[in-house]
């Protein structure tokens, strides 16, 4: 019971101002002072909140009258945000669980100023890790800027793994069928452009004939597109396939083929450039009208 008591009793030391009128206390039991016109100019919440009628306490002196409100909510989230709220120092970061946490805390106290800071710190690398979870966030708060960029980023993502199954349910209708046309897309201008002549016409022109007048076989080019789209489809950024490319089976017979002439049917040099120039414009292309 003491230990209770001594909780009970405990004020943060960077709240502790005895001439704040108002007595947050956290989940834990530390109690915050903090005076009310901060938190009826920063906060819709407390606005709302001490615009209410309060009951009279005639057992306590009219000079240690005090406000308390118990939030119920976990001192790591709650002295974060209040740091925000009276301009004092804010820690960097410690993880993406902890950014949400005070993210849910800001949205539900209605801070503005907080929620801008926050906003400031959504593209910052430490969070680059996971930008499924990025795109969350921006899409629920509606900031167009990191949104467009978050869902580039989330092309590193196999998002058909069964992975990510339960952060694409916290997305709304609309975020999902964002998400996944701007994947689709950019798998579709992929495929495009590896079916073209433009670039491959060695590989796609039909009937292609070597220099010696017998008609070539596209058969070993085939083989390797279906695996390279194969591989985007799976993972759309495609900054893996030119890497691994290097050691498949379909590679090595594709680069070794040729007519019986000894004319070899492919440019290994030329179409491993072209291929990388799709894997490039195919996001470039997608991301138009983000």
Same mark, same amino acid.
């Given at each position: 019971m003491a230990t209770a008591a001594a909780k009970e009793s405990y004020f943060h030391p960077y709240f502790d101002d005895a001439t704040a009128d108002v007595l947050l206390q956290s989940s834990e039991g530390t109690l915050y002072r903090v005076h009310s016109f901060i938190l009826r100019n920063t906060s819709g919440f407390f606005r709302t909140m001490l615009s209410l009628p309060q009951p009279i306490q005639d057992d306590i002196k009219p000079s240690r009258k005090q406000q308390e409100i118990h939030t119920g909510d976990s001192d790591s989230v709650m002295e974060r945000v209040l740091r925000m709220m009276c301009g004092l120092e804010i820690p960097r970061w410690e993880s993406f669980d902890e950014f949400e946490a005070v993210l849910e805390l800001i949205e539900k106290w209605d801070t503005p100023g907080p929620l801008s800071f926050a906003r400031t710190a959504l593209p910052s690398p430490m969070f680059s890790? @996971? +930008?499924?979870?990025?795109?969350?966030?921006?899409? $629920?708060?509606?900031?167009?800027?990191?949104?467009?960029s978050a869902l580039v980023q989330t092309l590193k993502l196999d998002l058909l793994s069964g992975e990510f199954d339960a952060m694409l349910c916290r997305?709304?209708?609309?975020?999902?069928?964002?998400?996944?046309?701007?994947?689709?897309?950019c798998k579709a201008r992929f495929r495009m452009s590896l079916d073209g002549t433009d670039l491959f016409a060695a590989g796609n022109e @039909? +009937?292609?004939?070597?220099?010696?007048?017998?008609? $070539?076989?596209?058969?070993?080019?085939?083989?390797?597109?279906?695996?390279?789209?194969s591989e985007?489809?799976?993972?759309?950024?495609?900054d893996r396939i030119l890497v691994d490319m290097a050691g498949w089976p379909e590679s090595a017979a594709c680069w070794r083929a040729k007519c019986h002439c000894g004319n070899m049917y492919y440019d290994q040099v030329s179409t491993v450039a072209n291929i990388k120039a799709c894997i490039?414009?195919?996001?470039?292309?997608?991301?138009?009208?983000?």
């Open positions: 890790d @996971e +930008p499924l979870r990025v795109y969350i966030l921006a899409t $629920r708060f509606g900031w167009q800027e990191e949104t467009a997305l709304s209708s609309r975020s999902l069928l964002q998400l996944v046309t701007f994947h689709d897309r @039909e +009937p292609r004939e070597c220099s010696c007048g017998k008609r $070539r076989d596209n058969y070993p080019w085939r083989i390797l597109k279906a695996k390279i789209i985007f489809n799976r993972r759309p950024l495609g490039t414009a195919a996001s470039q292309k997608a991301s138009e009208g983000l």
